[in-house]
């Protein structure tokens, strides 16, 4: 259609891959599409990972990462960066983290009464142990 109109086209490729933005580029040019009367939106989703184990165990995954966009823009295609403000992308890892978060506390916390109970247990036993220990030096 955007061939027989020239109306540019803004396409919405799936996001959970990098291959996936790909095949939809591959798709539009087999067809003849123009690359300079297509939009590809939400390129800005992929400037960094949005898996949660990778950005806590890669502090590098920080790094903007402009690979895609460039490859993009390099092969005359338009990229719209337009997912800032959406409760959506930063969702997922809002929760992931949350929990992550709320586990470690859980964590921390039960470990902290686990040592409280047994200081509890042992160390009036080792006080009257020691105690003991000091009767029996001073008798000799």
Excluded: Y
């Amino acid at each position: 259609m955007s061939n027989e109109t020239g109306i540019a086209l803004s396409a919405h490729p799936p996001l959970d891959a990098v291959e996936n933005v790909r095949e939809v580029v591959r798709v539009m040019l087999d067809e003849g599409m123009n690359p300079e009367k297509a939009v590809i939106a939400h390129s800005d989703l992929f400037f960094v990972p949005r898996d949660l184990r990778i950005l806590i165990t890669d502090p590098e995954s920080w790094r903007l990462n402009t690979d895609l966009a460039r490859e993009l823009l390099g092969r005359g295609f338009n990229i719209s960066i337009d997912s800032f403000g959406h409760f959506q992308d930063g969702e997922p890892v809002g929760i992931l983290l949350g929990t992550a978060i709320f586990g470690i506390c859980t964590s921390a916390w039960t470990i902290c009464f686990i040592f409280t109970v047994a200081a509890l247990i042992f160390v009036p036993r080792d006080i009257k142990n020691l105690r003991g220990e000091l009767r029996s030096r001073v008798s000799a």
